[in-house]
DNA sequence: GCCAACGTTGGC
DNA sequence: GCCAACGTTGGC
């Protein structure tokens, strides 16, 4: 099966490219919405690349590669009553919300900002210009090479 | 901080 | 099953 790339949303302040860098590797808990869920529990494979981005950032923008490295599990931070992340909802017996780990990659020097993207012929239809609120989403092959490329020859 | 977009919830 | 109210995302 051929490597397949994505794009997944983190708030800057909250998690940044930085934090993946410090942390090596990072459950990703916390997704919310169905769409994003299935594409994680279902389509993400081990090995897949993707594309972190800084949203709520000055600018927003992708900000380095990291590698799926653990498939989807159960994201138990919805258990947790305390957490941020809790829904009563999810059964531990059949939990509704997952999380995949990832692992860092590379950061980008400078993040390739929204604008780019958007100014950029071949990146103006990807997911993440076309839609809102998406913070898990498919990205081509072509799109992920022609952001990494951007990203790579920042100084 | 504002607010548009839009997913989710809940009354009926 | 409809849809208004509500809550959240995320750019600006």
């Known amino acids: 099966m051929a490597k397949r790339y994505w794009l997944m949303k983190s708030e800057?302040?909250?998690y940044s490219i930085r934090?993946?860098?410090n942390d090596g590797v990072t459950?990703?808990?916390?997704?919310r919405n169905y769409e994003a869920r299935n594409l994680m529990r279902d389509e993400m494979k081990k090995g897949d690349w993707v594309l972190f981005y800084h949203s709520n950032a000055t600018p927003p923008g992708v900000a380095g590669v990291v590698e799926v490295s653990k498939e989807a599990y159960p994201?138990?931070?919805?258990f947790v009553t305390k957490s941020k992340y809790f829904d009563s909802k999810s059964d531990p017996d059949n939990?509704?919300?997952f999380?995949?780990?990832v692992t860092f990659k590379e950061a980008f020097s400078e993040v390739v900002s929204l604008n780019e993207i958007k100014a950029s012929p071949k990146l103006k239809?990807?997911?993440?210009v076309k839609r809102a609120r998406l913070s898990v989403q498919p990205v081509t092959k072509e799109e992920f090479d022609a952001i990494r490329k951007m990203g790579k020859e920042k100084k």
């Open 95 to 97: 939990p509704r919300w």
């Open 27 to 31: 459950c990703w808990e916390g997704v």
């Open 19 to 21: 934090d993946m860098e």
């Open 12 to 14: 800057e302040e909250v």
């Open 75 to 78: 994201d138990y931070f919805a």
């Open 125 to 128: 239809d990807m997911v993440l």
């Open 99 to 101: 999380m995949v780990d």
